[in-house]
């Protein structure tokens, strides 16, 4: 799917946020854990430590601070919000959803509130569906929460997808705007790939083998994921009729440095346009653009009128890019 933004109707991020959990994980700590040392995971993909959740902390609780921020930039309060998308493939539980969950903590009582599954890129494809929903006048202000707890769900003896995830959440708010915000956006899947990353025995599918971990072939990823950032990258700009060297912010999903800076010099975006801090939080799965974006607003790097490329990857395969004007000040 690709298409370019409404020009009557704009729609815009009022209110960003993201929360970590408190505790670090380096890998030194990990190479407790498996057969793996810090050296290796440095150099194979950049990460230096992570932050993993309490048992007490479910993704609602992570998502909740990451909100607050969100709404604090925006002037917004739960009531304010009649349209809520999770994104996440680590929901507190199946049912009922984490937005109906947080809805309810937030007071947001006159909100459509569901979960969305898309592997790493859900935050993208929330963001996309709720521009469709402002867009098409069903909705008038959305909260977007991309966030996972993915430490839940992996193999603590698997050394190959141990080191590469953390936990995390983001949250923006989406409102309708006197100046263009969102731009274009460009989303794909291919299930043909979807083994390649993948949570067997998760659903109603049975399984022999009944673990519930995650599986991955980590080189077939990594050459889908340099891939799709720069297929997708490319083709959102030239939807928007923009260029490589007009944008000013670059936020590529966090997975793994190399994967990124094969990216970057694909595109050809300068490395000081690169937004980077999986060194820090890993892979944190649908958090990861969120947390980015939030770093580079900290950082005083988004900027009113910064042009924005952001491209997810991950698990269905899937992938997604928007392209957006900033409209913040900062
Ligand atoms: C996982 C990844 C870091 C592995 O890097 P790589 O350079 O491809 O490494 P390989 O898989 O070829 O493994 C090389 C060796 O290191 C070993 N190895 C794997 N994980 C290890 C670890 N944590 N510590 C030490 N050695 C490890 C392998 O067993 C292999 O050993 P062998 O040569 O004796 O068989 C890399 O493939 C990757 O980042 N893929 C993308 C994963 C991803 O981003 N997933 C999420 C997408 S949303």
């Not at 994921?225 to 997708?232: K, N, P």
């Not at 698990?315 to 004007?325: I, P």
Request: charged share 20%.
């Amino acid at each position: 799917m690709i298409g370019t933004a409404r020009s009557d109707v704009h729609v815009t991020i009022t209110g960003l946020g993201a929360h970590v959990p408190e505790r670090v994980v380096t890998n030194d700590e990990l190479s407790r854990l498996v057969e793996t040392s810090d050296e290796w995971i440095v150099e194979r993909t950049g990460i230096r430590e992570r932050r993993i959740a309490a048992d007490s902390e479910a993704l609602s609780d992570l998502a909740l601070p990451a909100i607050d921020q969100a709404f604090g930039q925006s002037g917004l309060g739960g009531k304010d919000i009649d349209l809520l998308i999770v994104a996440t493939v680590t929901p507190d539980m199946m049912f009922p959803s984490t937005s109906a969950i947080l809805a309810d903590r937030l007071g947001a009582t006159e909100a459509a509130a569901y979960d969305l599954s898309a592997g790493c890129t859900g935050f993208m494809y929330a963001v996309a569906q709720a521009y469709g929903m402002l867009a098409a006048g069903l909705a008038r202000r959305a909260l977007v929460v991309g966030g996972d707890v993915l430490s839940r769900i992996l193999d603590w003896k698997d050394r190959s997808t141990v080191v590469l995830f953390g936990d995390g959440a983001g949250a923006v708010v989406l409102e309708l705007s006197e100046e263009p915000g969102f731009l274009a956006f460009e989303l794909g899947a291919d299930g043909a790939g979807g083994e390649h990353l993948w949570l067997p025995g998760s659903g109603s599918r049975l399984f022999d083998d009944p673990d519930e971990f995650v599986k991955m072939n980590g080189r077939e990823v990594f050459k889908f994921a340099t891939r799709v950032l720069v297929q997708s990258g490319e083709a959102v700009l030239e939807r928007a009729g923009a260029h490589i060297e007009d944008v000013d912010v670059y936020v590529p999903h966090q997975a793994n440095v190399r994967i990124i800076d094969h990216a970057t010099k694909k595109l050809g975006v300068p490395s000081e346009r690169v937004v980077v801090n999986v060194d820090r939080y890993g892979n944190t799965s649908s958090g990861s653009i969120p947390l980015a974006l939030a770093d580079a607003q900290e950082e005083g790097r988004l900027r009113k009128g910064s042009l924005v490329l952001m491209t997810g990857m991950g698990a269905g395969l899937t992938w997604g890019s928007a392209l957006m004007r900033w409209t913040m000040a900062s």
